[in-house]
T-cell receptor
Framework: GAGVSQSPSNKVTEKGKDVELRCDPISGHTALYWYRQSLGQGLEFLIYFQGNSAPDKSGLPSDRFSAERTGESVSTLTIQRTQQEDSAVYLC??????????FGPGTRLTVT | GEDVEQSLFLSVREGDSSVINCTYTDSSSTYLYWYKQEPGAGLQLLTYIFSNMDMKQDQRLTVLLNKKDKHLSLRIADTQTGDSAIYFCAARGWYGGSQGNLIFGKGTKLSVKP
């Protein structure tokens, strides 16, 4: 079946602009996770959704980062006033039971 | 909080066995995972083990867990050039609830020489 999809696959933006990254989870998966992968920090947890509720936002690095989820479907991660240190690969994962997390291909964000 | 450590590089010859090691700090971690990442791709779930198990085998993959030493290993038998990738160890626990976000190591880059 279809896996987790993310769009865009690559995004280049100028410092100070806002960006939106999209994640389409596997159909029926109630849990959705955002992670960030960067050279310096490795893989970091950002935020978790159960349904459209986000009980854990502890990993968001600053108040420039926010995320929404529509029902048990699409999620959008928004970064406002992007900075160069935001450059990374943003990975989304979904899970039906939170034990097996399946990852999408990621969005590579480059802030110039 | 949890901390997961792995060696950064491993080089083996095709046909040999590869053993990738990982240590973690939080004894309450309930599940431990191995993911594979090929260049330009996302993370592929290879296998995982529950903390009450010592070993899990799945075709060419064998996972060993030493809970006392908080040590996890992944053995790949008959390693092939297609196994060249970065392998991530990850731990999941009941951190503040049941959300189950994963804590990852920095990844071990496996190079397989023909």
């Amino acid at each position: 079946g279809a896996g987790v999809s993310q769009s865009p696959s690559n995004k280049v933006t100028e410092k100070g602009k806002d960006v939106e990254l999209r994640c389409d989870p596997i159909s029926g998966h109630t849990a959705l996770y955002w992670y960030r992968q960067s050279l310096g920090q490795g893989l970091e947890f950002l935020i978790y959704f159960q349904g459209n509720s986000a009980p854990d936002k502890s990993g968001l690095p600053s108040d420039r980062f926010s995320a929404e989820r529509t029902g048990e479907s699409v999620s959008t991660l928004t970064i406002q006033r992007t900075q160069q240190e935001d450059s990374a690969v943003y990975l989304c994962a979904s899970s039906s039971d939170s034990y097996e997390q399946y990852f999408g291909p990621g969005t590579r964000l480059t802030v110039t | 909080g949890e901390d997961v450590e792995q060696s950064l590089f491993l080089s083996v010859r095709e046909g040999d066995s590869s053993v990738i090691n990982c240590t973690y700090t939080d004894s309450s971690s309930t599940y431990l995972y191995w993911y594979k990442q090929e260049p330009g791709a996302g993370l592929q779930l290879l296998t995982y083990i529950f903390s009450n198990m010592d070993m899990k085998q799945d075709q060419r993959l064998t996972v060993l867990l030493n809970k006392k030493d908080k040590h996890l290993s992944l053995r790949i038998a008959d390693t092939q050039t297609g196994d060249s990738a970065i392998y991530f160890c990850a731990a999941r626990g009941w951190y503040g609830g049941s959300q189950g976000n994963l804590i990852f190591g920095k990844g071990t880059k496996l190079s397989v020489k023909p």
